[in-house]
Structures are given as structure tokens and as C-alpha cells.
């Protein structure tokens, strides 16, 4: 088995400047398109997110509210209240039906700051810039090559999705950063059993699910990976303990919270059956609906019995019923439905319906002004960075497959990842994406090296015979 390369001296320049690179960009990209994140950025590659310039609004019984994140926001800020008019209600609630991480450090940020909205998309900067830090370590360990983690870190630096996504106020840098940790944590970790590296994987992995809910399964198959992967390791229990203690820590309070409000064991949200039902009724498209099109698609009869349940969780676990017996009656449909779904996982429905992947918005009375040449050529941008990426990473994919044990945990989360989007929706563009772009990005660094023959005979995986599977 190739060793692990030793961390040598000269490897701290090109750390210092993918990490120059990496702020550079997105600093300059909040300098100029948001006037120093002061004002919203025109350019969207998540979709709409928390206080946009464009805020989603949702009519009906009379009723105009703004998007639920905006919503849980106000209500946090003026009342420290995690409540909104939730998807299938009648009025505002206590809800346990959005990830917390994001709309609730937006809240409390929003509680005592002068420019909450400035302070998070710099907050977010910080972020976005240290995550081609995390590509370059997980990258360096799990394919024992410096200059794959070299260049895994130059590419998450200037990865066009991450750059634009700082300036958003949505949970996707924040998903991407916590995703990176894990890898890099994990791989550490499974490698050399250290305890503390255990306990922050645990850690990370419950931030990651804190922020996106539908991370969950991954977190969970993540623990069960590490607690095997550390039975090698003499103090490999203890490690175990470690990563479970973490995880348990960083999610205990919020589900603690959840059962007082629900009286029901809830760990992180309680909507499952909501966004099953969302991806598998007669009017799925693939995507996120809006609130008449979910309505409409329960019918009056089912609507009516679903509106009179006034407690929330019950309300969600009342659509399993109509979203299994939609499964059963139209499998046809349903396969359909699911195609329909990953499609719009990898692309996002404004990609399948206008051949973009970015919306940008021309409004210099609210935002700021942008360079005309990135106007006419940001969607060739992104798309070039999107073909290229996965032409790479299908390649780092294939030729890394004897690197079991080392990338396993990038394994996981190519599969894993995508699952609970592909079997519910996806969205309008490319938030839930959005983190995977990470771990692609690693193996397309891996891919990138195989291209060069010179260079790829340092980084020669071992014969299969050699690994310890």
C-alpha cells in the first residue's frame, strides 16, 4: 500500500495561496456584485432564498405571507420564536418542519446586529473560502497524492457555484463547508483511530444535519462507517464513544426541543412525509411546489381532513397514507416522477425549463450593478464548470476505485447525498447540489492527475491484492 506522504514544508505555499485565491474571489465577487455585501446579489445559483430581493409569496385564503425562512427569521428576531405559517397550515405555528441551523443563527444574528444581512453573507465568505481547505486535506489522505489535495483545493477555490452561492443567504455554504469537515475528519480518522479527530468528526456530522435535514441518512451510515473502521485502532471503543458523544451533543438540544414542542420523538425535523408526498402526487413535477399547487393536489375532500389537524407532526404523518397508496396505484408515475427527480437534483427545474442555471436579476435600484462581460457570460461559465466537473469526477470515480478503505466516505456521500432528494424533490435550481459539487471536486482532482501520465505514475493506485478490504 502506498504510505501516506509526509506533511513537508513546501506544502504551505500552495495552501497560502489556494486560501488567497479561494477569499479573493469571493471577496471580490461581494465587493463588486453586492456593493461589500450591503446589498442582495443579483445572481442566484440556489434559488431564493432568506431576505432576497425577490422574496417568495404565498397566497392563499386571503393570505399573503413571505417564505417560510423569512418567516421563522422575523419571528425569531422580534419574538425568539422558531414559529412561520409552515406548509398545510392554517396560521403561524410552532414548527419543527425546517432544518434550524440557517433561519436560527440568522435570528439571533438578526436580534442584536445593525446589518444582519451584511455580517452574514461575510460570515459566509469566511466559510465559503476555508472550504478548499477541507478538499485539499481529504483529498491528499484518501488518494495519497499532494498534488491531488493541491489541485482538489485550487478547484473548490474557484468553483463559479460556490463563489456566487456565498453571496446568497441561504444554508448551502454553510451544508458544503460542514460536508468538507466530515470528509476531511473521517478520512483522519479512519486512518489513525485519534480520539479527538473522532469527537470532531461527530461533531461535524451533527452541525451537517443541524443546517440541511436531509443529510440525516448520511450522518447516520457516516457513524456506522467510522465505529467500523475504528476496530482496528487499540483505542478504537474509545474513539467510537467519541464520535457518537459528538454527534449526540450537537443534535440533543434541538431534539429535546422537538419532543417538548411535539411531545413526540423528532430528531431533527418532522416533515418527511410532507416532502415524500411532495415529490410523489399526481401534480410532482420534481421540484418544490408552492402551497396551491399542494393543496390542489390533495383534493377537497383529503385537504379538509388534513387542515383540521391542528397538531403539526400528525398533520405531516397523515400524508404517508395518500403518498404510498399513490405509489402503489400509479408505479409507472412514480417511476417517471423519479427520473423527474434526479434530473432536477443534478440541474434544477429552471435548468429543465429555461436552459439556465443561474438567475440574475437587472434592478440597479435595489441591487448593485454588475460587470457587463459576467452578465453575458456567466452562464457559459457555469456550465462549462458543471460539464467539466462531472466529466472529472466520473473519471477520478472509475480509476480510484481501488482505493477502497481511504475514500470510502466520499463513496457514501455520492450515494447517500442525492438519495432523499432523488426519492421526495429537488428544487428550482441547484441548492441541494450544491454540497455534493464538493466531493465531486475531489475526485475529479484524482481524475484530473490520471490525465497526465507523467504525473499520474506518483499517484499509481496499489494492486487490488495489496489493499486491506
Known amino acids: ?160 457555484f460556490f463563489i456566487v452561492n456565498a453571496a446568497e443567504l441561504s444554508d448551502g455554504t454553510a451544508a458544503t463547508f460542514f460536508l468538507v469537515a466530515t470528509l476531511a475528519l473521517g478520512a483522519r480518522g479512519s486512518q489513525n483511530g485519534g480520539l479527538f479527530t473522532a469527537f470532531l468528526f461527530g461533531v461535524s456530522l451533527g452541525c451537517l444535519t443541524f443546517v440541511r435535514a436531509s443529510l440525516l441518512p448520511f450522518a447516520l451510515i457516516a457513524i456506522v462507517w467510522m465505529l467500523w473502521e475504528c476496530r482496528r485502532f487499540p483505542f478504537g471503543w474509545f474513539a467510537c464513544f467519541l464520535t457518537l458523544f459528538g454527534f449526540i451533543n450537537a443534535v440533543a438540544p434541538w431534539s429535546i426541543r422537538n419532543y417538548q414542542v411535539t411531545g413526540q420523538p423528532v430528531p431533527i425535523v418532522n416533515s418527511m412525509y410532507l416532502h415524500l408526498w411532495m415529490g410523489n402526487n399526481p401534480l410532482a413535477n420534481g421540484s418544490q411546489l408552492d402551497e396551491r399547487t399542494l393543496r390542489k393536489a390533495l383534493g377537497n375532500e383529503r385537504l379538509e381532513a388534513v387542515l383540521v389537524e391542528t397538531d403539526q407532526t400528525q398533520r405531516y404523518q397523515m ?82 476505485h481501488a482505493w477502497r478503505r481511504q475514500a470510502r466516505i466520499a463513496a457514501l456521500a455520492m450515494l447517500l447525498l442525492p438519495l432523499p432528494v432523488i426519492l421526495s424533490h429537488a428544487e428550482s435550481m441547484s441548492g441541494p447540489r450544491l454540497p455534493l459539487d464538493a466531493v465531486l471536486i475531489c475526485f475529479a482532482a484524482y481524475g484530473l492527475v490520471g490525465w497526465l501520465p507523467a504525473l499520474a505514475k506518483k499517484s499509481k493506485p496499489p494492486k487490488l491484492a495489496d489493499l486491506r478490504i
Open 1 to 160: 500500500m502506498i504510505p501516506m506522504p509526509r506533511f513537508r514544508w513546501w506544502l504551505i505555499l500552495p495552501l497560502v495561496l489556494i486560501v488567497g485565491l479561494s477569499f479573493g474571489l469571493r471577496a471580490g465577487y461581494l465587493a463588486r456584485c453586492t456593493e461589500n455585501g450591503w446589498t442582495h446579489t443579483p445572481i442566484e445559483v440556489q434559488g431564493p432564498g432568506r431576505a432576497s430581493h425577490h422574496p417568495e409569496r404565498t397566497e392563499f385564503l386571503g393570505k399573503t405571507s413571505p417564505s417560510v425562512q423569512d418567516n421563522v427569521v422575523a419571528n425569531m428576531t422580534d419574538h425568539a420564536w422558531f414559529g412561520c405559517l409552515a406548509p398545510l397550515g392554517e396560521e403561524e405555528e410552532l414548527t419543527t418542519h425546517l432544518a434550524p441551523g440557517y433561519p436560527w443563527v440568522s435570528g439571533w444574528v438578526a436580534s442584536w446586529a445593525e446589518s444582519p444581512d451584511h455580517l452574514m453573507r461575510w460570515a459566509q465568505c469566511l466559510l465559503s473560502g476555508l472550504t478548499p481547505i477541507g478538499c485539499f486535506y481529504f483529498s491528499r489522505r484518501a488518494f495519497r497524492s499532494n498534488l491531488v489535495g493541491i489541485i482538489a483545493g485550487t478547484l473548490a477555490a474557484a468553483h463559479p
Open 319 to 400: 400524508l404517508a397514507t395518500d403518498c404510498w397508496d399513490e405509489i402503489q396505484d400509479h408505479p409507472k408515475a412514480t417511476c417517471v416522477r423519479r427520473i423527474e427527480a434526479t434530473l432536477t437534483f443534478f440541474l434544477g427545474e429552471r435548468w429543465l425549463r429555461q436552459r439556465e442555471f443561474a438567475r440574475v436579476v437587472k434592478d440597479p435600484e435595489v441591487l448593485a450593478a454588475m460587470p457587463d462581460w459576467l452578465v453575458d457570460q456567466i452562464e457559459l461559465i457555469l456550465h462549462v464548470a458543471f460539464v467539466v466537473l462531472l466529466l472529472l469526477a466520473f473519471l477520478g470515480w472509475r480509476w480510484s
